[in-house]
């Protein structure tokens, strides 16, 4: 569809898909990577509070209490930090900040579908980075990137992490252009890229409390960098909507990010469950990527991913497709719990994936 009234913008528009919704009551979602357990409980307690309290007063547009908290946690200073609605909030002021219409930014051909949709959006010229065969980052690729860089980390939907030592030598061969490091999956392996916030002015580090905090439904994310860079994101949210965090969210927010303990205990289990699953997968003929991730990216060696997406959605439980050339035979399927793995295997011994 297109209309006399729309302007050159959304005439380029393409925007991003999210995974499938279906509303059946005993669907098993494993295809948007959100946490399979609840969030902490002192999350629904601070929530309470508010609800309780404030809401007809605009929220604080600073967010200085939640800030605080984050940069306690990562021993870093509130003017280190940036919050949003959602990291993908985030990424969109960061493209708008720091990439401009001119020069030509870089990120991998296989990566976070969202890039692609706010370059084409802000008219920022960009280049889509071959990936190893085996799915790894060359780092060299993105050494001396005329506009700028942003890859996730580990990446996504493959779930491999590139190592702290192969970013410093990207955050060294650009000393004048933003790097974007999005870490919305950090937590449940590798190092953070946080470490090197104070030694690099160019570096910004994207995460989210969608994943390995429980909170994809209240929506926040964060960016951690220097100052300078903070200080752009805020300009950009203060030109654009003041108030992009509502109270509930602040509240639930600053209670996720200090109850380290249930934290710690969640990731765990789902990287426990990770591997466990890895094995199990192994042993049923899937090829399964290394993941630091809470999903897997996998591939069959007798059934095509879009046989198995198929007969799994039959069996109401979703996975994550995607018709992108290079990974059109591969699934990515979110970690669950214990149970809700087995019931995946269970199925998919049924479609004869067993003699691999
Ligand atoms: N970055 C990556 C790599 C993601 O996979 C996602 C989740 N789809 C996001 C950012 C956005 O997460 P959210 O907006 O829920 O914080």
């Known amino acids: 569809m297109t209309s006399?009234?729309?302007?050159?913008?959304v005439r380029r528009t393409e925007p991003y898909v999210p995974g499938e919704q279906l509303d059946l009551p005993d669907l098993l979602k494993l295809n948007t990577n959100e946490n399979p357990y609840p969030p902490s409980p002192a999350v629904r307690e601070?929530?309470?509070?508010?609800?309780d309290?404030?809401?007809?007063?605009?929220?604080?547009?600073?967010?200085?209490?939640?800030?605080?908290?984050?940069?306690?946690?990562?021993?870093?200073?509130?003017?280190?930090i940036f919050v949003g609605n959602g990291s993908d909030e985030v990424l969109a002021f960061a493209f708008m900040a720091f990439f401009n219409s001119l020069e030509t930014i870089r990120f991998p051909a296989v990566s976070y579908s969202f890039y692609p949709v706010y370059a084409k959006l802000f008219n920022?010229?960009?280049?889509?980075?071959?990936?190893n065969r085996d799915?790894?980052?060359?780092?060299?690729?993105?050494?001396?990137?005329?506009?700028?860089?942003?890859?996730?980390?580990?990446?996504?939907?493959?779930?491999?992490?590139?190592?702290?030592?192969s970013i410093r030598d990207i955050l060294d061969s650009n000393p004048d252009r933003v790097v974007i490091i999005d870490e919305a999956y950090v937590d449940f392996a590798g190092e953070s890229a946080?470490?090197?916030?104070?030694?690099?002015?160019?570096?910004?580090?994207?995460?989210?409390?969608?994943?390995?905090?429980?909170?994809?439904?209240?929506r926040i994310g964060f960016a951690l960098g220097h100052p300078e860079l903070i200080e752009a994101?805020?300009?950009?949210?203060?030109?654009?909507?003041?108030?992009?965090?509502?109270?509930?969210?602040?509240?639930?927010?600053?209670?996720?990010?200090?109850?380290?303990?249930?934290?710690?205990?969640?990731?765990?289990?789902?990287?426990?469950?990770?591997?466990?699953?890895?094995?199990?997968?192994?042993?049923?003929?899937?090829?399964?990527?290394?993941?630091?991730?809470?999903?897997?990216?996998v591939s069959h060696y007798k059934?095509?991913?879009?046989?198995?997406?198929?007969?799994?959605?039959?069996?109401?439980?979703?996975?994550?497709?995607?018709?992108?050339?290079?990974?059109?035979?591969?699934?990515?399927i979110t970690i669950g719990t214990d149970e809700q793995m087995q019931h995946l295997l269970r199925e998919l011994d049924k479609m004869d994936c067993k003699n691999g």
């Open 233 to 297: 994101l805020i300009r950009i949210k203060d030109s654009f909507n003041s108030y992009t965090l509502d109270r509930l969210a602040i509240a639930g927010a600053k209670a996720a990010i200090m109850d380290t303990e249930y934290f710690r205990k969640t990731t765990e289990k789902i990287t426990r469950t990770r591997d466990w699953t890895v094995d199990e997968l192994k042993k049923r003929g899937f090829h399964v990527l290394p993941s630091s991730a809470n999903f897997v990216f």
């Open 135 to 165: 799915f790894t980052i060359q780092p060299e690729c993105f050494f001396q990137s005329e506009g700028g860089v942003i890859f996730p980390n580990p990446n996504a939907p493959t779930g491999i992490y590139l190592e702290l030592d």
């Open 124 to 131: 920022i010229p960009f280049e889509e980075v071959e990936l």
């Open 46 to 51: 601070e929530i309470q509070q508010e609800l």
């Open 303 to 332: 059934h095509t991913a879009e046989q198995l997406y198929t007969r799994l959605k039959e069996q109401h439980i979703l996975v994550r497709h995607f018709t992108k050339p290079q990974i059109e035979n591969y699934l990515r």
């Open 194 to 218: 946080v470490s090197l916030v104070n030694m690099y002015d160019n570096l910004l580090v994207v995460q989210t409390m969608s994943k390995s905090r429980s909170l994809a439904g209240l």
């Open 4 to 9: 006399k009234f729309w302007s050159e913008t």
């Open 53 to 80: 309290r404030k809401l007809q007063l605009y929220p604080s547009p600073t967010v200085d209490g939640l800030r605080q908290k984050i940069a306690d946690y990562y021993t870093l200073e509130s003017k280190n």
